[in-house]
């Protein structure tokens, strides 16, 4: 089962709410949720809210703290994990229009715990069991050591390589000898590391 696409802050939000849910047996209040997904103000808390109610993620009912999950999605509210395909030139990873559809794939599943899931695109990572069309499972953070396989942003791009640091420089490497490595100059490009590969879900 597929749920309607979320905006990264929507999704947070969602999981904050069945985990309170949850642990508590009562909704958090609408000032609960501000503080703790940092909202500028309740009324950027309420219109997160009357999104998740539109899309069909969240029921209201008439009494105080009203708030509660659909029961198909009680559990899988914290199972599933964004699937982003292309990516939009400039735009954030888990910005709504990258975001195709929710997987109920675990991220328990994966060490460290995967955030998203990226559709693969090509086929520069071959070697390395990555193939087009893979969903790679991606461990949110912007470090990375030597070696590791992530996903970097260089200028409005998104790619996949296994990264290189070489003195004052980092490559981007792939995994198949028919593409070359990228070199990323700091002077001349935007970079930046959006992620970390964790594994991948590969359907047959």
Do not use: W
């Not at 009562?26 to 500028?40: K, Q, V, Y």
């Not at 970097?152 to 593409?179: I, Q, S």
């Amino acid at each position: 089962m597929s749920t309607p696409s979320l905006t990264e802050r929507q999704q947070k939000t969602l999981a904050f709410l069945q985990e309170y849910l949850q642990s508590q047996g009562l909704p958090p209040t609408l000032r609960e949720i501000a503080d703790a997904m940092g909202f500028s103000s309740h009324s950027s808390a309420q219109a997160c809210i009357e999104s998740l109610v539109r899309k069909g993620l969240l029921e209201r009912s008439p009494q105080h703290r009203g708030l509660r999950l659909p029961p198909g999605l009680q559990r899988a509210a914290a199972n599933d994990l964004p699937l982003v395909g292309r990516v939009a030139a400039g735009s954030p990873i888990l910005a709504e229009e990258n975001i195709e559809s929710q997987l109920e794939v675990d991220p328990a599943l994966f060490r460290p715990r995967a955030d998203y899931l990226l559709r693969v695109v090509g086929m520069s990572m071959r070697d390395a069991g990555i193939l087009d069309g893979d969903l790679l499972a991606v461990h949110k953070t912007a470090t990375a050591n030597d070696g590791q396989i992530v996903v970097a942003r260089l200028d409005d791009e998104v790619t996949v390589k296994r990264l290189k640091h070489d003195r004052d420089r980092l490559l981007l490497l792939p995994e198949n000898p028919d593409f070359a490595p990228i070199e990323v100059d700091p002077r001349r490009h935007a970079f930046a590391i959006e992620g970390r590969y964790v594994g991948i879900i590969r359907r047959t």
